[in-house]
């Protein structure tokens, strides 16, 4: 059972929400409606207040689970904003109705409807169901809100829905948070967030690494090329797992059916070789940015692929000749191309030794997971 707190309309007509309701109530609307002067106020400053608290931290556009067309079309409402709380359902299912007859009206409707969150539209006629309280943590202003209001869908949801692990420097859980506040950065330099990631380098039969170029819709580092798959184990039980480093190896799965389409089945977790850990910070552009303590993950696999265009702009393997003439066209501002700032740390650092490695089959050797490399 769906609990839906709050309506309000300043509509002149108010047909198919009415036709909606137990006849009783809609009786009752019906009268009010009728009684309401010109200059019907639509939201008592109340309900405002706690619309704009609540809401906040959506940004316009925001599109969440939604019901289906059956489930919708005998009370939908044109331009509406509606969210659901799963957590706070009754069994109950009365109605009450308090107005002032010549002000306002405030119907508290319990309609059994599957979970929606449908983000605001700006309207004086909005049906309201009591959003998720939310914690500050995950707050922002408004005019941070709108700033995102261009970016894209499928990354708009990533930032606000993923929670990120955060950890301190010697990687020890603290907390979690949003994927949005973990890369924004200033909260990075104000409140020294760190989150855990993972970079996964898969070689095929031939010892080429697989590359990929971050899509053009990307928040950070668009249209950069990089190692094979780089994301975020998630504040998840099955990517918490701290034993032989399972959930990040779990997670390297999962972004790797995402992002690249390789079935879990083609890529074990007892495959990957955790190799080293890296902590770095680096701003993709003046909002933007990394600060991120990254498990390099090896597998060596002949796989698969194919590529999800809202994470991926184009793939290639290249051998260590052709990573290297990568390198210096990326030195030289050649061609356009751009590498990640954690892919370049591992370049410089680690991957030409560890490709040595990679063809002798002998990469348990230089594993070091104790160690927490501090690279700028």
Known sequence: MEVATTLVTSSGSFTKPVACLPSSAARTL???SSAKPSGFLASPRPFRRRLQSRT???????LGATTSHAETDSCTLPRVAVYADREKASARTPMHVSAHPTRRLNVALYLPSPAIRIASVPSTSRLLLSPRRRSAR??????????ETTMDAVQRRLMFEDECILVDEHDNVIGH?????????EKIESQNLLHRAFSVFLFNSKYELLLQQRSATKVTFPLVWTNTCCSHPLYRESE?????FLGARNAAQRKLLDELGIPAEDLPVDQFIPLGRMLYKAPSDGKWGEHE??????IVRDVKHLPNPDEVADVKY????QLKDLVKNADAGEDGVKLSPWFRLVVNNFLMKWWDHVEKGTLLEVADM???????
């Not at 303590?293 to 090896?298: A, K, Q, R, T």
């Open 138 to 147: 995950v707050s922002m202003t408004m005019g941070a809100v709108a700033d």
């Open 293 to 298: 303590l990254d498990y390099l993950l090896f």
């Open 177 to 185: 948070e949003s994927k949005y506040n973990c890369h924004l950065m």
């Open 240 to 244: 918490l797992i701290a034993e032989n």
């Open 318 to 321: 290249v051998n260590r000749d």
């Open 56 to 62: 906040s931290h959506r940004p316009s556009g925001f």
């Open 30 to 32: 019906r009268w009010y």
């Open 370 to 376: 104790k160690t927490i490399h501090k690279l700028v």
